[in-house]
T-cell receptor
Framework: GESVGLHLPTLSVQEGDNSIINCAYS??????FIWYKQESGKGPQFIID?????DKRQGQRVTVLLNKTVKHLSLQIAATQPGDSAVYFC?????????????FGQGTTLQVKP | DAGVIQSPRHEVTEMGQEVTLRCKPI?????LFWYRQTMMRGLELLIY????????DSGMPEDRFSAKMPNASFSTLKIQPSEPRDSAVYFC??????????FGDGTRLSIL
Protein backbone atom coordinates (compact mmCIF):
# COMPACT_ATOMS: atom_id res chain seq x y z
CA GLY A 1 0.00 0.00 0.00
CA GLU A 2 0.96 3.63 -0.16
CA SER A 3 2.91 5.10 2.70
CA VAL A 4 5.05 8.09 3.33
CA GLY A 5 7.39 7.75 6.24
CA LEU A 6 9.97 9.82 8.03
CA HIS A 7 13.24 8.39 9.29
CA LEU A 8 13.44 10.38 12.54
CA PRO A 9 10.57 11.67 14.65
CA THR A 10 12.67 14.45 16.26
CA LEU A 11 15.67 16.41 15.02
CA SER A 12 17.58 18.73 17.31
CA VAL A 13 20.04 21.22 15.79
CA GLN A 14 22.06 24.18 16.94
CA GLU A 15 21.03 27.60 15.74
CA GLY A 16 23.02 28.50 12.67
CA ASP A 17 23.63 24.90 11.62
CA ASN A 18 22.07 23.30 8.59
CA SER A 19 19.14 20.90 9.07
CA ILE A 20 18.29 17.91 6.94
CA ILE A 21 14.91 16.25 7.28
CA ASN A 22 14.43 12.98 5.44
CA CYS A 23 11.38 11.27 4.03
CA ALA A 24 10.84 7.92 2.34
CA TYR A 25 7.95 7.18 0.05
CA SER A 26 6.75 3.86 -1.29
CA UNK A 27 4.64 4.63 -4.36
CA UNK A 28 6.77 4.78 -7.48
CA UNK A 29 3.81 6.33 -9.33
CA UNK A 30 4.07 9.49 -7.24
CA UNK A 31 5.16 12.42 -9.37
CA UNK A 32 4.62 15.33 -7.01
CA PHE A 33 6.09 15.91 -3.56
CA ILE A 34 5.64 18.73 -1.12
CA TRP A 35 6.92 19.89 2.24
CA TYR A 36 4.87 21.64 4.88
CA LYS A 37 5.81 23.27 8.17
CA GLN A 38 3.36 23.20 11.04
CA GLU A 39 3.74 25.39 14.11
CA SER A 40 1.83 24.73 17.27
CA GLY A 41 -1.82 25.69 17.00
CA LYS A 42 -1.60 26.48 13.30
CA GLY A 43 -2.27 24.76 10.03
CA PRO A 44 0.42 23.31 7.79
CA GLN A 45 2.25 26.01 5.87
CA PHE A 46 3.60 25.34 2.38
CA ILE A 47 7.39 25.42 2.15
CA ILE A 48 8.45 23.98 -1.17
CA ASP A 49 7.39 21.37 -3.71
CA UNK A 50 9.03 19.37 -6.46
CA UNK A 51 7.87 17.32 -9.40
CA UNK A 52 9.41 14.05 -10.41
CA UNK A 53 11.03 15.49 -13.51
CA UNK A 54 13.42 17.34 -11.21
CA ASP A 55 15.88 16.10 -8.60
CA LYS A 56 16.55 19.38 -6.85
CA ARG A 57 14.73 22.60 -6.19
CA GLN A 58 15.80 25.58 -4.15
CA GLY A 59 13.88 28.22 -2.29
CA GLN A 60 14.82 30.79 0.25
CA ARG A 61 17.13 28.95 2.70
CA VAL A 62 15.49 25.65 1.76
CA THR A 63 16.37 22.97 -0.75
CA VAL A 64 14.42 19.85 -1.59
CA LEU A 65 16.21 16.85 -3.05
CA LEU A 66 14.43 13.98 -4.73
CA ASN A 67 16.01 10.60 -5.34
CA LYS A 68 13.54 8.53 -7.33
CA THR A 69 15.85 5.53 -7.47
CA VAL A 70 15.58 4.92 -3.75
CA LYS A 71 12.28 6.80 -3.29
CA HIS A 72 13.76 9.32 -0.94
CA LEU A 73 13.02 12.97 -0.36
CA SER A 74 14.88 15.42 1.84
CA LEU A 75 14.43 18.99 3.01
CA GLN A 76 17.53 20.99 3.76
CA ILE A 77 17.29 24.18 5.78
CA ALA A 78 20.33 26.42 5.73
CA ALA A 79 21.40 28.43 8.78
CA THR A 80 18.59 27.13 10.94
CA GLN A 81 16.88 29.74 13.07
CA PRO A 82 14.72 29.45 16.21
CA GLY A 83 11.71 30.35 14.08
CA ASP A 84 12.28 27.15 12.11
CA SER A 85 11.25 25.08 15.13
CA ALA A 86 8.12 23.21 14.06
CA VAL A 87 6.86 19.88 12.78
CA TYR A 88 7.75 19.23 9.15
CA PHE A 89 5.62 17.00 6.93
CA CYS A 90 6.40 15.55 3.56
CA UNK A 91 3.56 14.49 1.30
CA UNK A 92 3.21 12.72 -2.03
CA UNK A 93 0.37 12.48 -4.49
CA UNK A 94 0.53 8.70 -4.76
CA UNK A 95 -1.31 7.28 -7.72
CA UNK A 96 -3.61 10.30 -7.94
CA UNK A 97 -1.34 12.57 -9.89
CA UNK A 98 -4.05 14.85 -11.29
CA UNK A 99 -6.49 14.98 -8.43
CA UNK A 100 -4.65 16.98 -5.81
CA UNK A 101 -4.91 14.24 -3.22
CA UNK A 102 -1.92 14.17 -0.90
CA UNK A 103 -0.67 11.43 1.39
CA PHE A 104 1.13 12.88 4.39
CA GLY A 105 3.93 11.40 6.44
CA GLN A 106 3.81 11.38 10.22
CA GLY A 107 6.04 14.41 10.62
CA THR A 108 9.45 15.27 12.04
CA THR A 109 9.79 17.69 14.92
CA LEU A 110 12.65 20.13 14.42
CA GLN A 111 14.03 21.67 17.61
CA VAL A 112 16.47 24.54 17.26
CA LYS A 113 18.75 25.13 20.23
CA PRO A 114 19.93 28.71 20.77
CA ASP B 1 -4.26 38.44 1.39
CA ALA B 2 -6.81 36.49 3.41
CA GLY B 3 -5.96 32.84 3.80
CA VAL B 4 -8.30 29.92 4.32
CA ILE B 5 -10.68 30.85 7.12
CA GLN B 6 -12.13 28.22 9.42
CA SER B 7 -14.68 28.55 12.17
CA PRO B 8 -15.02 27.93 14.97
CA ARG B 9 -11.40 27.66 16.11
CA HIS B 10 -12.43 25.55 19.08
CA GLU B 11 -15.52 23.49 19.71
CA VAL B 12 -16.39 21.51 22.80
CA THR B 13 -19.62 19.59 22.86
CA GLU B 14 -21.22 16.52 24.32
CA MET B 15 -21.47 13.27 22.46
CA GLY B 16 -24.60 12.89 20.43
CA GLN B 17 -24.70 16.53 19.47
CA GLU B 18 -24.47 17.76 15.91
CA VAL B 19 -21.25 19.57 15.01
CA THR B 20 -20.81 21.85 12.02
CA LEU B 21 -17.40 23.06 10.94
CA ARG B 22 -17.10 25.86 8.42
CA CYS B 23 -14.53 26.84 5.83
CA LYS B 24 -14.05 29.78 3.52
CA PRO B 25 -11.43 28.98 0.89
CA ILE B 26 -9.08 31.51 -0.65
CA UNK B 27 -10.84 33.54 -3.31
CA UNK B 28 -10.19 32.14 -6.77
CA UNK B 29 -9.27 28.69 -5.56
CA UNK B 30 -11.27 25.94 -7.23
CA UNK B 31 -10.43 22.90 -5.08
CA LEU B 32 -11.22 22.42 -1.41
CA PHE B 33 -10.02 19.70 0.92
CA TRP B 34 -11.10 18.60 4.41
CA TYR B 35 -8.52 16.86 6.62
CA ARG B 36 -8.50 15.42 10.12
CA GLN B 37 -5.36 15.39 12.27
CA THR B 38 -4.83 13.16 15.29
CA MET B 39 -1.71 12.02 17.11
CA MET B 40 -2.41 8.39 16.25
CA ARG B 41 -3.28 8.72 12.57
CA GLY B 42 -1.61 11.96 11.55
CA LEU B 43 -3.13 14.07 8.81
CA GLU B 44 -5.83 12.25 6.85
CA LEU B 45 -7.81 13.47 3.85
CA LEU B 46 -11.56 13.13 4.43
CA ILE B 47 -13.06 14.56 1.26
CA TYR B 48 -12.26 17.01 -1.48
CA UNK B 49 -14.22 19.13 -3.92
CA UNK B 50 -13.36 20.40 -7.34
CA UNK B 51 -15.43 23.34 -8.63
CA UNK B 52 -17.87 22.75 -5.74
CA UNK B 53 -18.45 19.11 -6.71
CA UNK B 54 -17.39 16.31 -4.32
CA UNK B 55 -14.80 14.22 -6.11
CA UNK B 56 -13.59 11.72 -3.56
CA ASP B 57 -15.14 11.06 -0.15
CA SER B 58 -13.42 7.74 0.45
CA GLY B 59 -11.72 9.16 3.53
CA MET B 60 -14.96 10.03 5.30
CA PRO B 61 -15.02 7.73 8.33
CA GLU B 62 -18.69 6.79 8.27
CA ASP B 63 -22.17 8.01 7.52
CA ARG B 64 -22.15 10.30 10.52
CA PHE B 65 -19.85 12.58 8.52
CA SER B 66 -21.10 14.71 5.65
CA ALA B 67 -19.68 17.64 3.73
CA LYS B 68 -21.18 20.21 1.43
CA MET B 69 -19.95 23.01 -0.76
CA PRO B 70 -22.96 25.08 -1.82
CA ASN B 71 -20.81 27.70 -3.55
CA ALA B 72 -17.21 28.53 -4.33
CA SER B 73 -16.68 30.48 -1.13
CA PHE B 74 -18.11 28.20 1.52
CA SER B 75 -17.99 24.60 2.71
CA THR B 76 -19.22 22.75 5.77
CA LEU B 77 -18.26 19.49 7.43
CA LYS B 78 -20.97 18.08 9.64
CA ILE B 79 -20.84 15.29 12.19
CA GLN B 80 -24.15 13.94 13.42
CA PRO B 81 -24.25 12.41 15.96
CA SER B 82 -20.80 13.19 17.30
CA GLU B 83 -18.75 10.67 19.30
CA PRO B 84 -15.69 11.08 21.56
CA ARG B 85 -13.49 9.38 18.96
CA ASP B 86 -14.25 12.23 16.56
CA SER B 87 -12.12 14.51 18.74
CA ALA B 88 -9.35 15.88 16.54
CA VAL B 89 -8.18 18.97 14.72
CA TYR B 90 -10.02 19.43 11.43
CA PHE B 91 -8.32 21.36 8.66
CA CYS B 92 -9.64 22.83 5.49
CA UNK B 93 -7.31 23.55 2.56
CA UNK B 94 -7.82 25.06 -0.86
CA UNK B 95 -5.85 25.44 -4.05
CA UNK B 96 -6.05 26.90 -7.51
CA UNK B 97 -5.44 24.50 -10.39
CA UNK B 98 -2.25 22.50 -9.77
CA UNK B 99 -0.83 24.95 -7.26
CA UNK B 100 0.03 23.82 -3.69
CA UNK B 101 -2.72 23.47 -1.14
CA UNK B 102 -3.05 26.22 1.45
CA PHE B 103 -4.37 25.30 4.86
CA GLY B 104 -6.48 27.11 7.39
CA ASP B 105 -5.57 27.09 11.07
CA GLY B 106 -8.06 24.36 11.85
CA THR B 107 -10.90 23.68 14.25
CA ARG B 108 -9.95 21.87 17.45
CA LEU B 109 -12.91 19.63 18.23
CA SER B 110 -13.46 17.96 21.58
CA ILE B 111 -16.38 15.61 22.07
CA LEU B 112 -17.05 14.83 25.72
Amino acid sequence: GESVGLHLPTLSVQEGDNSIINCAYSNSASDYFIWYKQESGKGPQFIIDIRSNMDKRQGQRVTVLLNKTVKHLSLQIAATQPGDSAVYFCAENGASSNTGKLIFGQGTTLQVKP
Amino acid sequence: DAGVIQSPRHEVTEMGQEVTLRCKPISGHNSLFWYRQTMMRGLELLIYFNNNVPIDDSGMPEDRFSAKMPNASFSTLKIQPSEPRDSAVYFCASRRGNQPQHFGDGTRLSIL
